[in-house]
């Protein structure tokens, strides 16, 4: 298998108050929420760096679509890495995650691997993990 993952969809418990965190607290581009004339269609999408698309879609509509249970998330399940271009730059992001309403799980620190990071979880319990490492910058966007 090729692995091209090109959409992170995240399910969310609220679209309209999810969108308005990751757009109005984050600063993500999106056209807003699409797809609200088909049953369990309405969903978001957000532009990310290198091509990657973020949606944000009900739960409800995830359990739908797939057949499985409504089951409450787990933040350590997985983790979101948001690598960033400087020490600064993790600083500000976690400042505006808290802002848009985010918890902060772990504030920015030194890593044992020689950078800087810290979690924030999102207003459905998904984990960022926003990082700057000097061993593996951002590409370019």
Not at 23 to 29: I, K, S, T, V
Not at 76 to 104: C, M, P
């Amino acid at each position: 298998m090729k692995a091209r993952v090109s959409v992170l969809t995240l399910g969310v418990s609220n679209l309209e108050r999810s969108v308005s965190f990751y757009r109005d607290g984050l600063g993500l581009p999106t056209e807003g929420i699409i797809g609200q004339e088909f049953e369990h269609g309405a969903v978001a999408f957000f532009d990310l760096a290198g091509g990657l698309k973020l949606a944000l879609w009900s739960q409800s509509d995830v359990a739908h679509d797939t057949g499985l249970p409504l089951q409450p998330p787990s933040s350590t399940s997985f983790t979101i890495g948001h690598n960033v271009s400087t020490i600064e730059e993790v600083d500000e992001v976690l400042d505006a995650a808290e802002r848009a309403g985010a918890e902060i799980v772990k504030s920015p620190a030194s890593t044992f691997y020689g950078g800087y990071a810290g979690y924030f979880r999102d207003l459905d319990g998904h984990l960022w993990d926003v990082v700057w490492n000097p061993h593996l910058p951002p590409r370019g966007d």
